[in-house]
């Protein structure tokens, strides 16, 4: 079992920049690929960015690919998203996932096996 508690979210303005974190617990960390989904009101739930187990691989959506930074720190347990340029389209809750396909970059979330709660990010125009 993995626990995952996203953090960083909040209300900015367009152009603005976030750092979203989210931290795991349970099993062994590095032995799962990480995702970044994020759902707006009434929308399906939408990839983001993945991150393979030793951070060698990122994969983005073309939507926030050169805006967005996937990371990972297996020594913290802990996986990042950078994001910078905010649009209002971004607007949205953030969820971090975990993955145990170690060596892949996921974007689909039936690949994924565990969930955090979210976290809200709005961005004004």
């Known amino acids: 079992q993995v626990q995952l508690v996203e953090s960083g979210g909040g209300l900015v303005q367009a152009g603005g920049s976030l750092r979203l974190s989210c931290a795991a617990s349970?099993?062994?960390?590095?032995?799962?690929?990480m995702g970044w989904f994020r759902q707006a009101p009434g929308k399906e739930r939408e990839f983001v960015a993945a991150?393979?187990?030793?951070?060698?691989?990122?994969y983005y959506a073309d939507s926030v690919k050169g805006r967005f930074t996937i990371s990972r720190g297996n020594a913290k347990n802990t996986v990042y998203l950078q994001m910078n340029s905010l649009k209002p389209e971004d607007t949205a809750v953030y969820l971090c996932?975990?993955?145990?396909?170690?060596?892949?970059?996921?974007?689909?979330?039936?690949?994924?096996?565990?969930w955090g709660q979210g976290t809200q990010v709005t961005v004004s125009s």
């Open positions: 996932a975990a993955s145990q396909l170690t060596y892949a970059t996921p974007v689909t979330t039936t690949l994924y096996d565990y």
């Open positions: 349970g099993r062994t960390f590095s032995s799962y690929a």
């Open positions: 991150i393979n187990w030793s951070g060698s691989n990122t």
